[in-house]
């Protein structure tokens, strides 16, 4: 006989598994909830490869509110470690420095200016002309990983099966269920399905029925360096105000990425050699560090809606179908508020302390419509 679940969660990275957690802690133990992941184990894709970071400007003015929202719970959990962040810019860029400060001016985030000799200070070997600084100092590393297995282990405890190699075939409405086809893995009722597929948003969403909302996929990518010297371990995290790279220390070695966001298809994302590259070039105009060897590289892929929020919330055309998509590259600091977030509206249950202020028809699907 079919098995029949009250929810299917399509897709165990981070959003997956932390709706999943939440729905399980909301629900009860009489709420049935499956978390489907296609590949052979959780996270493989995107929050396997992310060097995830908790930082308050990231994805603009209306996801401060939930990164806000999240931090307590991800500094109680022991998931954050300080690092401190650090904006940069030439001496032709004011400009940008003063609409930086000017968007964020009443978002509730903390942001220092700092003169040459500040930067100098926390950026020791910066090259002659990047005159304008930003620190922040909330800023810290997550254990992308260590929050992962939390929210992995939270749906366990709470009643909710795992379910690995079970990619989504087909999808359709049999009554009051939906009727949902894993090829070889088999079938399952559900009552609900929450699309947290992630780069796949679209396409799962389009296997249910429902409409695309144009959630796409874009490569990040990321190299390991050896540098000399060895950077600071409390080397702040370091981001140009125009979005052309960022870099932080780990373990010794250094961690850059070009900031790229190349349009790609779902898929099982690689670095492209002109990426790296280019991300080593403008590394080298910033500070007068010899780079020894790139030791490894990796991409991945972070998704986002056409408006570049995220996207919470029952589907208007398609009965049944939930969306957990579109976090981009704050999908990972964000987890905790809108997991809780999502949970809550999809039970219909109230707000809490930690997402009564937030405003969830800012990121619901319904805004496509």
Avoid at 23 to 32: E, I, K
Avoid at 68 to 75: T, V
Wanted: charged share 20%; proline share 7%.
């Amino acid at each position: 006989m079919t098995a029949r679940y009250d929810i299917a969660v399509i897709g165990a990275g981070m959003a997956g598994a932390s709706i999943a957690a939440e729905l399980a802690s909301l629900g009860g133990p009489g709420l049935r909830v499956a978390l489907c992941e296609a590949e052979d184990f959780p996270g493989y894709h995107t929050t396997g490869r992310s060097a995830a970071f908790y930082e308050e400007c990231y994805g603009g003015p209306q996801v401060v509110p939930l990164t806000l929202a999240s931090g307590k719970y991800l500094q109680t959990g022991g998931f954050l470690q300080p690092r401190g962040g650090l904006y940069v810019a030439r001496a032709g860029q004011q400009d940008m420095v003063e609409a930086f400060l000017d968007t964020f001016r009443h978002a509730g985030v903390t942001i220092d200016r700092l003169d040459r000799a500040g930067l100098e200070a926390r950026l020791p070997g910066v090259r002659p002309g990047w005159d304008h600084a930003l620190s922040q100092p909330n800023c810290a590393d997550i254990d992308v990983a260590g929050l992962h297995q939390h929210y992995l282990r939270m749906a366990r405890a709470g009643g909710v099966e795992l379910r690995t190699r079970n990619r989504l075939q087909a999808a359709g409405r049999d009554g009051a269920d939906w009727l949902l086809d894993f090829g070889t893995a088999g079938e399952m009722r559900a009552g609900v399905v929450v699309n947290a597929a992630g780069a796949w948003a679209d396409p799962v969403a389009q296997l249910c029925g429902a409409a695309a909302l144009g959630v796409q996929p874009y490569r990040r990518t990321v190299a390991q360096l050896r540098v000399d010297p060895a950077p600071p371990t409390d080397l702040p995290l370091t981001l140009d105000i125009g979005g052309e790279f960022y870099f932080r220390p780990e373990s010794g070695r250094l961690w850059l990425s070009p900031h790229d966001e190349t349009p790609s298809p779902p898929c099982d994302a690689a670095p492209e050699e002109y990426d790296v590259a280019l991300a080593i070039d403008r590394f080298e105009q910033v500070v007068d560090w010899q780079i020894k060897v790139v030791e490894r590289k990796w991409a991945g892929l972070r998704s986002f809606a056409p408006d570049r929020l995220p996207v919470y919330g029952y589907d208007a055309a398609c009965q049944g179908l939930f969306w957990f998509a579109g976090q981009g590259g704050y999908g990972i600091q964000t987890a905790p508020a809108a997991a809780r977030l999502a949970a809550q509206l999809l039970l219909d249950c109230p707000r809490d302390a930690m997402t009564e202020s937030l405003e969830a028809a800012l990121y619901s699907p319904a805004r496509f419509t």
